[in-house]
T-cell receptor, first 114, second 113 residues
Framework: DADVTQTPRNRITKTGKRIMLECSQT?????MYWYRQDPGLGLRLIYY???????NKGEISDGYSVSRQAQAKFSLSLESAIPNQTALYFC?????????????FGPGTRLTVT | AQTVTQSQPEMSVQEAETVTLSCTYD???????LFWYKQPPSRQMILVIR??????QNATENRFSVNFQKAAKSFSLKISDSQLGDAAMYFC??????????FGPGTSLSVIP
């Protein structure tokens, strides 16, 4: 089984709808992240959490909210989806910010807002 | 604020040849870590290689190596003996200790048979 899973893998929704993207991990990592990928812009950080009680905004948090339900679960919500939120969304985890610890990514969620 | 720049949106290389992807970053820190990630068409993000800033020796992983120039804040990726499976988006990333990762905009690499 994959270490980091995301559901759904693909989603089409309409403008104004609320949508939740879910992320689960079995790596036992404290740190979890939500990124958005757009062509030519790379991966931009939406929110991140260094432990269950720690939630931080990234560079593009407007229009998004998150919930860290447990060490293993980190959900991203779009309260009222708009077309420019159409993108590929990635969840990632890491052990700590020390050393050469890499990030482990989920398979991504392709979200289309019509 | 730290930034990561990849000045080549697209690159191509002949199969079996060598290609170098550029990455520069901006930081005032002396202790940090640099990474190259690969994203093939499957869209899965895969770590290619990593480097600690305080280590002078350039990291290597099989056909992949880096040229780390700390003073110039440059971290280029060299792929030797390019293979069709190397075709992907490549992202350079920076992280200072205990902090979040910052990604560059990516370089799309095509491999020509």
């Amino acid at each position: 089984d994959a270490d980091v899973t995301q559901t759904p893998r693909n989603r089409i929704t309409k403008t104004g709808k609320r949508i939740m993207l879910e992320c689960s991990q079995t790596k036992g990592h404290d740190r979890m992240y939500w990124y958005r990928q757009d062509p030519g812009l790379g991966l931009r950080l939406i929110y991140y959490s260094f432990d269950v009680k720690d939630i931080n905004k990234g560079e593009i948090s407007d229009g998004y909210s998150v919930s860290r339900q447990a060490q293993a679960k980190f959900s991203l919500s779009l309260e009222s989806a708009i077309p420019n939120q159409t993108a590929l969304y990635f969840c990632a985890t890491s052990d700590s910010g020390q050393g050469l610890n890499e990030q482990y990514f989920g398979p991504g969620t392709r979200l289309t807002v019509t | 604020a730290q930034t990561v720049t990849q000045s080549q949106p697209e690159m191509s290389v002949q199969e079996a040849e060598t290609v170098t992807l550029s990455c520069t970053y901006d930081t005032s820190e002396s202790d940090y870590y640099l990474f190259w990630y690969k994203q093939p068409p499957s869209r899965q993000m895969i770590l290619v290689i990593r480097q600690e800033a305080y280590k002078q020796q350039n990291a290597t992983e099989n056909r992949f190596s880096v040229n780390f120039q700390k003073a110039a804040k440059s971290f280029s990726l060299k792929i030797s003996d390019s293979q069709l499976g190397d075709a992907a988006m490549y992202f350079c990333a920076y992280r200072r200790s205990y902090d979040k990762v910052i990604f560059g905009p990516g370089t799309s690499l095509s491999v020509i048979p």
